[in-house]
């Protein structure tokens, strides 16, 4: 049932060796695949977005077990992601279009109440980390606004964004940035939201996060400039069968403010009010 956003593929593998030329070779991958798929390509009706909208908040965040997850800067040093994205020990690093050999980090700060353990159960758990960079963002990549903490009601829009795949068990779309429009079901919570594709609504497969989206953002629609109101954790197919295109589960971050506004000023970050 749930989708731990880490890909597996056989160009990733190369991160397993632990020296330079193996984090540039790669890079050089990731991006002649991203460079070489259709501007046009969609994710089940997903808008791709290219240094626009939601995507000029997002990174990819690449680690030495062969793993992909997507990031939010919050900050020109600053990336908010998923716990689990993070957790397990590997060597990660961030990277964007421009930048072929990655951003080194300097820190990776987990939110002390993640649990693998009840991840992995299924069970709700603080899945929120933060990633501090050695050097600075370029400046096509421009941070988020964080949310404040809101109610959330069953119908309520919400926009998320990743560089995850195009379908279960697949490598296709991998690096391309993506987002989807989606709308809160069931009884959304300060632990839990689970969003669905507003046509399909869980009942066939939509639109959704995949592997490779986790830690991605969650911006709620409503009047005034975007927020980050959550990040991406886990999905599933159509009437919670495995796969995507069914629900999207979402970490939100009413409960986790206080934790990242204090731990980004620790890492010496300022980030966007």
């Not at 096509?140 to 926009?159: E, H, K, M, S």
């Not at 795949?165 to 009884?187: F, M, Q, W, Y």
Request: with cysteine.
């Amino acid at each position: 049932m749930l989708q731990c956003g880490m890909v597996q593929i056989e160009s990733l593998r190369l991160a397993r060796r632990s020296s330079c030329r193996a984090w540039l070779s790669l890079a050089v991958v990731i991006l002649s695949i991203w460079h070489s798929l259709s501007a046009a390509a969609l994710v089940g009706g997903a808008a791709t977005v290219r240094d626009s909208g939601v995507g000029r908040h997002i990174v990819m965040i690449v680690g030495t077990r062969g793993n992909l997850c997507t990031g939010t800067a919050l900050a020109r040093d600053l990336v908010l992601t998923a716990a689990h994205c993070v957790a397990p020990a590997a060597t990660y690093r961030v990277i964007t279009p421009d930048v072929p050999s990655g951003f080194a980090i300097r820190q990776i700060a987990v939110h002390p109440r993640y649990s693998r353990q009840h991840y992995v159960s299924g069970t709700v758990t603080a899945d929120v980390a933060l990633i501090k960079l050695a050097t600075p963002l370029p400046g096509n990549v421009i941070p988020a606004t964080l949310g404040t903490a809101g109610n959330v009601a069953a119908g309520d829009r919400f926009v998320i964004a990743g560089f995850g795949t195009t379908a279960h068990r697949s490598d296709d779309g991998v690096g391309t940035p993506r987002a989807a429009s989606l709308i809160a079901t069931g009884k959304p919570g300060t632990l839990q939201i689970r969003l669905a594709d507003p046509e399909a609504r869980n009942a066939r497969a939509g639109l959704g996060a995949c592997t490779g989206d986790s830690g991605g953002p969650v911006f709620q629609e409503a009047a005034g400039p975007l927020a980050v109101i959550g990040v991406v954790s886990w999905s599933t197919g159509p009437v919670s069968s495995d796969g995507c295109g069914g629900l999207t589960g979402v970490t939100p971050l009413a409960l986790y403010r206080g934790w990242i506004v204090e731990t980004a000023g620790k890492m010496g970050s300022a980030i966007w009010p």
